[in-house]
């Protein structure tokens, strides 16, 4: 499910920098995709890896901050790195506010950019993995009969075998064979875990 | 002697040969022969004493006067050229001040140059990294460094860029007809107003006096202006009309308006249109009224804008002073 290298994306307007950042990238032994606008960046499919982006500002069309905007419309959450040749204060923070991960000035320091890309590439790791561990979550729940379902929310909302029996009208026999049935579906090993589990992607059991 | 004064020692001592042997010839009895009888050998001998004397004494002395002539001719020349020197230098310095007062060169500069420089550093890192590696990737570390060759010469041709644009030789006055100026403009721009859809209205004001400047810097801030209508103007939806016109302001001014029917400006922009690197393009660095007021005010004239009289729109306006201190 996951192309386990990552990926650096970077997009620049300026030839010189874009394989400059490429190549710096590449001499520490990452896998890069250059872009020299917004656009293109959007246009081309990438791959399924944990990947950062590393983003100028000021571009020709859509700027980085509007892309940083558009792209958290669209639900893409992917790490950004700024770069910028005359950043200010307040383009600064409104960048990082919105989630970059750094907001690095031109020329910047090795040291500074591949912090920030091994931050970002670390981060976009675990949102995968816990992203990839909802999906599978809710494949199994969605093996679940509809009766597992009530059965499961009542069980983990505090409720014991009497009780959720009771209030499904079914027997207490039955409520344990269905708990049963979901435990063995979810791949749950205790109570606690199946709770946990529903904390991660059943919206009312969120904390 | 004489020989000795105009051709140095060895010229002297032939001359003084010569003569020895005339005199010892003609004047030295017996007459008529070479040879010296006794008698006249100490005379003999004091002429030709004398003679060496003089004749050393004479070039000694034109030998010290030419050497000072020359010392005083090397110093005149060091002097001058010093003296170039320092009009030189102050002449750039004055030109310097002018330019740098603004503020907005040194951040064009900035601007330009960071990119290249952000490359020539980043493919330094690279370079190391990659001659670190183990095993070294020399291939890869010699292209990185022509790259970083590459990217520093580009940095310095776009000092060379901008230097040639506000060298001072660039402001070699001449006399200039705005009208001429403009038009040679919009003929230049039919094309691109026919693509954007926009009409340009000419209304100049004929036999306008010439003023005192530089025809290119100010057609770059006429075309910078025109631009500006075009641009002001795209994706509207009201007629695209782009209004040039040029009078004359009392007796000693000129002024040109570039009127456009674009979106206008609003009081908050109206004030930073001007400031080195406030854009409201998109695509914009923010630096063409910045220069435009920049050349204008180096010409001793003013550009400002304003909104348009009726309707929606901006105008720009300068003024040019006729000739220098009224020396039209």
Aim: with cysteine; charged share 25%.
């Amino acid at each position: 499910m996951i192309d386990s290298a990552p990926v650096v994306f970077v997009i620049d307007d300026d030839a010189s920098v874009r394989e400059a950042v490429k190549n710096l990238l590449e001499s520490v032994g990452l896998s890069v995709q250059v872009f020299k606008s917004t656009e293109e960046f959007r246009q081309t499919s990438r791959p399924d890896a944990p990947s950062c982006l590393v983003l100028d500002v000021r571009l020709p069309g859509n700027n980085g901050l509007e892309l940083q905007e558009a792209l958290a419309k669209g639900g893409i959450a992917i790490p950004i790195i700024f770069i910028t040749a005359h950043g200010d204060v307040p383009m600064a923070s409104r960048a990082l506010k919105a989630g970059a991960i750094e907001f690095l000035l031109k020329p910047f320091q090795k040291e500074d950019l591949l912090t920030a890309i091994h931050h970002g590439l670390e981060r976009d790791q675990i949102k995968r993995e816990e992203q990839a561990e909802v999906a599978a979550l809710r494949s199994r729940f969605d093996n679940l009969t509809a009766r597992e379902r009530e059965v499961m929310h009542l069980v983990v909302a505090g409720l014991t075998n009497k009780e959720v029996g009771a209030q499904l009208g079914i027997s207490e026999i039955t409520t344990k064979m269905h708990r049963g049935q979901v435990m063995r579906k979810m791949q749950a090993d205790s109570l606690a875990g199946l709770v946990r589990m529903a904390q991660k992607f059943l919206p009312e059991n969120r904390r | 002697m004489i020989s000795a004064w105009f051709g140095g020692m060895g010229a002297g001592i032939f001359a003084v040969l010569i003569s020895t042997v005339l005199v010892d010839y003609f004047f030295l009895p017996p007459f008529y022969s070479f040879s010296v009888s006794t008698t006249a050998e100490a005379y003999f001998g004091a002429f030709v004493a004398c003679a060496l004397v003089a004749s050393w004494l004479s070039s000694s002395k034109r030998e010290s006067e030419v050497a000072l002539r020359e010392a005083r001719d090397e110093l005149e020349i060091r002097v001058s050229e010093r003296t170039a020197e320092l009009m030189k230098t102050q002449a750039d310095l004055a030109h310097l001040s002018q330019v740098l007062s603004m503020g907005e060169l040194t951040a064009s500069i900035a601007h330009e140059i960071n990119q290249p420089l952000t490359a020539v550093v980043t493919n330094g890192h690279a370079c190391v990294e990659w001659l670190s590696a183990n095993p070294p990737k020399f291939d890869k570390a010699l292209q990185t460094a022509h790259k970083i060759i590459e990217d520093g010469t580009r940095a310095g041709a776009i000092l060379g860029r901008i230097r040639a644009l506000f060298k001072k030789e660039a402001i070699a006055r001449d006399w200039v007809d705005i009208n001429e100026v403009i038009q040679e403009l919009t003929v230049f721009l039919r094309n691109e107003a026919l693509r954007r859809g926009v009409s340009i209205r000419e209304d100049l004001a004929p036999k306008l006096p010439k003023v005192m400047g530089d025809h290119v810097q100010l057609q770059q801030v006429v075309l910078n202006l025109i631009m500006n209508g075009f641009d002001a103007m795209d994706g509207g939806t009201s007629p695209k009309e782009l209004a040039i016109r040029s009078g004359l302001e009392g007796a000693n001014e000129i002024w040109v308006q570039v009127e456009d029917r674009g979106t206008g400006l609003g009081s908050e922009i109206a004030d930073k249109i001007f400031d080195p690197f406030f854009t409201t393009k998109s695509q914009g660095i923010g630096m063409g009224l910045a220069i435009s007021r920049t050349i204008i005010e180096s010409h001793e004239g003013q550009l400002w804008a304003s909104p348009r009289s009726a309707g929606t729109g901006a105008v720009f306006q300068f003024t040019l002073p006729i000739g220098p201190k009224g020396s039209a």
